[in-house]
């Protein structure tokens, strides 16, 4: 309240209030004319040499001695392709003149900024065309595959312009400097979303194909440990054609690596063998390899590429064809000169063996409608087989049942002959026949003595008919017995021709009906292929492939091996973005089964890095250096408002505080050390200095490194109470001067004006006094 | 006019005014006097409480000093007129600013002030000096010009803190005829604290002996220094006998003292 009143009547609490609010604005003014100072001194030099910050868009850089031809074609392009723009010629530096272009803002694209490059192509002497289009942000370490991905990403966010691709990074254009914070830390959480895991394969474990292999581990991460995201980005797949090029390369590679001969070198005499090492064969030369001779041009050269452990090695062909190697013996080539024999060669042509395969391959298929219908006949057949299959299952079945009935019957037929003892009539009539045989030998003696041989004849054949009676009794016994057997055998014939027949009858013949029904549809179809058309291209194939000679093939695959290594695409690197929450722990297993070994590294990386442009970087500097000058000239003039102005103050307050106090003892005077910080002409001083520190930073735009905003007015007050502590010696006032004035009645607020602030220190606080004091 | 009851003023443990009393009539000149450190010169500033009391009070034409606000207190002390033992003048004013300055802070026109000003200073003999600055002037015309500056508000009551001890003993004299001046006219009550027993004997209405804090005695100073009650009595009465003997000197075969 009394403060209030103190505030509305002419006090000098007043004046104090007054002091810090002109302190802060002269202060404020002061600082912020320092650092704009500063800061428009160094951006003037910094903008000779790239321009003010904003101003310009593009620069371009051109060989000093072409730069006035290189000034008019660069008009040109800008005026036919960018109307509206300007240009202005920059520095020259280290024979470089540097061009600065401004876009109209319409121009100002993701297009038009991609395509630079080629729209400044023409330009004679041009070094380089670069962005300065600010504020702006880049993004470096973005593997290829994942930029298009993070640039859509990142230009749907807040205060982006739009991003696009700078060289190998992306380069991200704000709408305004303020931006520049919130946008950095989306993109760095945008960033941290994701990893890419990188699968280095030493030497001699490199994939075949990379881009191949690569979406494979992509494929597999998705779908075995099913990532959201898991691409392969290696390389771009999606818009630079060179990586179809490649790939095709690749795999031309590949065919190309399959259809070259295998050479297999085998040392002779103990002789050693090295990588590298090339070995000399007669070929098609006349005559084989002579030492200390350079090799002919038709000898076939064999370069080893490998050392087997059984002390074999795999070599290509550099020169000739495998099909030269009739003469198997291998010299050593040194220096370009033939030297002794050191190994044999054997080899395999795939190219040859192809063409053998297509060939008979042909063959075969000019045989194919032949066998078509041929088995188109057959297949009739057949059916018509099936077709009275039935009637034929039938057919038999009857036969079995007349079969079984004969059986019977003659069963039936032959059961009285095996009760007929025959075996005592049958001994009878072969004794009777003995008989006659004995007269009938006497009868032929009688005749061969002049008898009568009539009877003889009669008597045989009675004899005769008596042994075939016997013979028939015996007969009858047998066939009784065989009547049985038959029975017996007609019984297992009918048993096992009625399993049979179950079989038969379980045989699906409608089934089979259809099957060689849609045979014989498909028979008609390759019966309409055109065998021969295919047959002239096998055979055309088979012609063409042994062209290819292994010279040829070596040296297409150096060329290819040249090219692929000229590009971006590591070979023994594989890069797959994925998201943060994988380890590659869990990756390895899928990576091993991909690759078919387990000999790769694999370690995360961060998907980018933000990398605000050198330029930008420079300005950025300079607004810190501009921050860094109007924070320490505010805490100077802070400092100088509180030696000058207000130690007199602190002096007054410090008086009128210890005139009715005495000089602590003891413990008394090390509490009132500790206590001093309270006394009121330091808390005077804290407050002072607080309050003007801030409200100056605040005012001028003051900021130290390192210093949070919270700590300005500790700054300032700590500044406060270093002054305070040495205002007496700073600013002495007279104290039998104050004690007169106070003698002669005066206010304290008299006692200040007219005692105190005339006599102290020349300040602001005096010059705003001078106004107020009655004697000057 | 002033009235001291039971005066009390530590600092610290230290008592320097222990239940001081004392009256001071209309126009009475008061010498307080006593060894050095015995309290006189906290009695006389705890009076306009230049020096805050610890207790007792002060009555001024009858209101207690000690009960006002400071407000208060500071019209007060434009009716009471205060000199210093070190003069206490402006170093950066002219004696005649520096004898100006109360009355114009207490809304005087400037002119008037410095007609009262100017007057002031031909009291004390120092009109021709009225624009040289302290720093100009000797200890003697410094003191006068603060005895000036006390005497242009016409205070009823006059406060002296041993105005002569800062200064040479060629110049006391010239402090001492003006208080003498004063007293004589009794143009303003007077209490003074001295050490110079001549002006004591020759001046003061009444003595007034401290120690420790204390009055000790109190009288007219023909009783206290003749039959001094108190041993700070008995000391200034020898020391007077002293003086006188040793005042006695030869000059030129002349006795001159």
């Known amino acids: ?776 | 006019m002033l009235t001291i009851n039971n005066l009390h003023k530590r600092f610290g443990k230290v008592v320097a005014v222990a239940d001081v009393s004392l009256e001071v009539k209309q126009g009475e000149t008061v010498v307080l006097m006593g060894p050095s450190g015995c309290g006189k010169s906290t009695t006389i500033r705890t009076i306009n409480r230049l020096v805050e009391p610890d207790g007792g009070e002060v009555i001024f034409a009858g209101r207690d000093l000690t009960a006002m606000s400071s407000e208060e207190i500071r019209a007060v002390r434009k009716r009471i007129g205060f000199v210093f033992q070190q003069f206490n003048l402006i170093g950066r004013l002219t004696a005649e600013e520096n004898v100006m300055l109360g009355l114009v802070m207490d809304g005087m026109p400037k002119e008037a002030a410095r007609d009262k000003a100017l007057a002031a200073l031909t009291k004390v003999g120092l009109e021709s000096c009225r624009g040289q600055k302290p720093g100009e002037l000797s200890g003697g015309q410094q003191q006068r010009v603060g005895i000036a500056r006390a005497l242009a508000f016409e205070p009823e009551l006059m406060l002296w803190d041993e105005p002569t001890a800062s200064l040479d003993p060629i110049l006391v004299r010239e402090v001492l005829v003006v208080m003498e001046e004063l007293a004589k006219y009794r143009a303003s009550t007077m209490v003074v604290v001295t050490h110079e027993l001549p002006f004591a004997l020759h001046v003061a209405d009444r003595l007034v002996l401290m120690d420790k804090g204390r009055v000790v005695e109190e009288g007219v100073p023909d009783k206290v220094f003749v039959t001094p009650a108190s041993e700070v009595g008995q000391r200034y009465k020898e020391l007077i006998e002293y003086q006188m003997n040793t005042s006695a000197l030869t000059l030129a075969g002349r006795r001159v003292a």
Not at chain 1, 3 to 19: E, G, H, P, T, V
Not at chain 1, 64 to 86: C, H, L, R, W, Y
Not at chain 1, 142 to 169: C, H, T, W, Y
């Open chain 1, 1 to 776: 309240m009394t403060f209030a009143k103190n505030m509305l009547r002419d006090s000098f609490q007043r004046d104090i209030i007054i002091l810090l609010v002109v302190s802060i604005l002269v202060g404020s003014m002061l600082a912020s004319a320092v650092s704009m100072g500063a800061n428009a001194y160094f951006s003037k030099t910094l903008a000779s040499f790239v321009g003010d910050y904003g101003e310009f868009d593009l620069i371009i850089n051109v060989r000093e001695e072409m730069k006035i031809d290189s000034a008019q074609q660069i008009q040109k392009i800008i005026n036919d392709v960018f109307p509206g723009s300007t240009m202005k010629e920059g520095p020259t530096l280290t024979g470089k003149t540097s061009f600065f272009v401004t876009l109209p803002a319409q121009y100002q694209t993701k297009q038009v900024y991609e395509d630079l490059g080629k729209t400044f192509g023409s330009i004679p002497g041009g070094a380089g065309v670069g962005v300065m289009t600010d504020p702006r942000l880049t993004i470096r370490g973005v593997p290829e595959g994942a930029k298009n991905m993070l640039m859509d990403k990142i230009m749907q966010m807040d205060g982006v312009r739009f991003a696009f691709r700078d060289g190998s990074s992306i380069g991200v254009v704000l709408q305004s400097l303020e931006k520049s914070a919130p946008v950095e830390k989306q993109i760095n959480a945008l960033l941290k979303q994701y990893q890419v895991i990188e699968i280095s394969f030493p030497v001699g474990s490199e994939p075949a194909n990379p881009i191949r292999l690569g979406e494979a581990i992509a494929g597999a991460l998705q779908q075995d440990l099913r990532l959201q995201y898991a691409q392969n980005v290696s390389v771009d797949g999606k818009n630079d054609d060179m990586t179809y090029a490649v790939s095709t390369m690749m795999e031309m590679r590949r065919f190309l690596t399959a259809y070259a001969s295998q050479v297999t070198i085998t040392p002779t005499g103990g002789a050693q063998l090295a990588k590298g090492d090339t070995l000399v064969f007669q070929g098609t030369a006349p005559a084989a390899p002579a030492a200390g001779s350079p090799p002919d041009k038709n000898n076939v050269l064999v370069q080893i590429t490998a050392i087997k452990s059984d002390g074999t090695a795999e070599g290509t062909i550099a020169q000739g064809d495998a099909s030269a190697l009739a003469n198997p013996q291998g010299y050593r080539l040194d220096k370009n000169l033939v030297a002794e024999p050191v190994a044999t060669v054997s080899y395999s042509n795939p190219r040859q063996q192809l063409a053998g395969a297509l060939d008979e391959t042909s063959k075969l298929v000019a045989e194919i409608p032949g066998f078509a219908q041929d088995a188109r006949g057959m297949s009739t057949i057949a059916m018509n087989a099936l077709e009275s299959y039935d009637s034929g299952i039938a057919a038999v079945e009857k036969t079995l049942d007349g079969v079984q009935a004969a059986g019977t019957t003659i069963q039936a037929a032959t059961s009285g002959l095996a009760t007929i003892d025959t075996s005592a009539l049958r001994a009878q009539l072969d004794t009777s026949a003995k008989g006659l045989g004995g007269l009938i030998g006497t009868l032929k003696v009688l005749k061969l003595a002049g008898g009568d041989g009539s009877s003889i004849d009669s008597l045989a054949g009675t004899q005769s008919s008596l042994v075939g009676l016997s013979s028939t009794l015996g007969a009858l016994d047998n066939v009784a017995v065989n009547a049985r057997q038959a029975k017996t055998a007609i019984d297992s014939v009918v048993s096992g021709s009625q399993s049979t027949l179950a079989t038969l009858k379980a045989f699906d013949a409608a089934g089979a009906k259809a099957s060689l029904s849609d045979m014989n549809g498909r028979l008609d179809k390759v019966q309409q292929i055109n065998a021969p058309l295919v047959a002239a291209q096998l055979q055309y194939m088979a012609a063409s492939a042994p062209n290819l000679k292994d010279e040829d093939i070596s040296h297409t695959l150096a060329i290819i091996d040249k090219f692929i290594a000229g590009q971006v695409i590591p070979g023994e690197r594989i890069q797959i973005l994925t998201t943060s929450n994988i380890s590659t722990d869990a990756v390895a297993p899928i990576v091993h089964r991909e690759a078919g070994h387990s000999n790769a590294a694999l370690y995360a990386t961060d998907m980018g890095i933000i990398e605000p442009d050198a330029r930008g970087q420079l300005y950025q500097v300079l607004h810190e250096v501009k921050a860094i000058l109007a924070g320490i000239t505010a805490m100077v003039a802070a400092s100088l408002f509180l030696v000058f102005d207000h130690t007199a103050i602190m002096a007054v307050i410090r008086r009128r505080r210890l005139a009715n106090r005495t000089k602590p003892a003891g413990w008394r005077a090390i509490a009132a050390r500790f206590a001093a910080i309270s006394a009121a002409e330091r808390l005077y001083g804290m407050a002072c200095g607080a309050v003007m520190l801030t409200a100056m930073f605040i005012f001028a735009g003051g900021g130290i490194p390192y210093l949070p905003w919270i700590g300005v007015p500790v700054v300032g007050a700590l500044l406060g109470l270093l002054v305070a502590s040495y205002a007496d010696k700073i600013s002495p006032v007279a104290g039998d001067e104050i004690m007169a004035g106070e003698a002669l009645g005066l206010s304290l607020d008299e006692v200040m004006r007219e005692i105190v602030i005339p006599a102290a220190r020349p300040g602001l606080l005096q010059k705003l006094n001078n106004r107020k004091v009655k004697f000057r």
